[in-house]
């Protein structure tokens, strides 16, 4: 358990793997404040400001706009996430909500699995004007490795098929309704994964292509893995689980990275954004008196 750049650093050295604890979406505090000081306190160190749904203060990029971006509870979210230490995660906002959240923060904030839209225009992807905001921030972005965000190919022969997987999950569902129980995640995915069998994988080359990407338009210090290895259903060829980072380390030792790249790509990056987060959080709580 991790609750510090600081706690990462010690727990690797002493050969563990450190685990940190995040929220994916910010309706899980129900409009309340007081929920942001609790999950800090349990653990919880960044938070999605939204899922694939709006929050009632804060618009999705899966979603249609509601609030024009960030309402002004949206921007109270921000400020007392920057007072905790709680890094602010614009993945799967708006682009509204994404420049509102980077004007409201003092702090820099990650896109902890976000890809690039100009290689695959999708609407969770960042554009260069993003990416060079995140920059201006001092913020990172971590490359998401869904086979949709990385490769437009890909993306249309999935949505081909999309409607014909979207009507079975949904049947699957209504038919295990009538029983009272749910469709699982697990048992969504195996039907998912019978349509998509056969769609056009990308190779892990495809990261280090979006890797490429974010060191041109904004260095390298801005850009980081996010894999997403638990929340989607199609994953590069070469990347099929973490055992397989070493082939993309290999891709980008090729491509010319240094030593020193691959540290920061590799978590260097997110920890030096940690630190600022926890920096600006003692600033703030040292003139309010830690309220």
Known sequence: ????????????????????????????????????????????????LTHTKNTTWADSSGDKPQSNGLTDLGRQVVERM??????????????????????????????????????SPQPRNMTDDMIRALARNGGVMDINFYSSFLDPAYASAHDAVAKEADAEVQ????????????????QENEIRRHYEAHLPTPSFERIADHIDHVVQVAGVDQVGLGSDFDGVDSIPRGMEDVSKLPNLVVELARRGYKEDD???ILGGNVLRVMRLVEQVSRQMQSTDGGK
């Open 1 to 48: 358990m991790a609750r510090s750049a600081d706690d990462i650093v010690r727990i690797h050295r002493a050969g563990k793997l450190a685990a940190l604890m995040g929220l994916e979406g910010g309706h899980i505090i129900e409009n309340d404040l007081r929920m942001l000081d609790i999950f800090y306190r349990l653990g919880v160190r960044y938070m999605t």
């Open 82 to 119: 920057n007072h905790l230490g709680m890094m602010v995660d614009i993945s799967h906002v708006s682009d509204k909500t994404f420049y509102d959240a980077l004007a409201a923060s003092r702090a820099p904030v990650i896109a902890s699995h976000s890809s690039c839209r100009a290689i």
């Open 171 to 186: 049947a699957a569902r209504e038919e295990r309704g009538k029983g009272g129980k749910r469709l699982s995640y697990a």
């Open 262 to 264: 691959l540290v920061k």
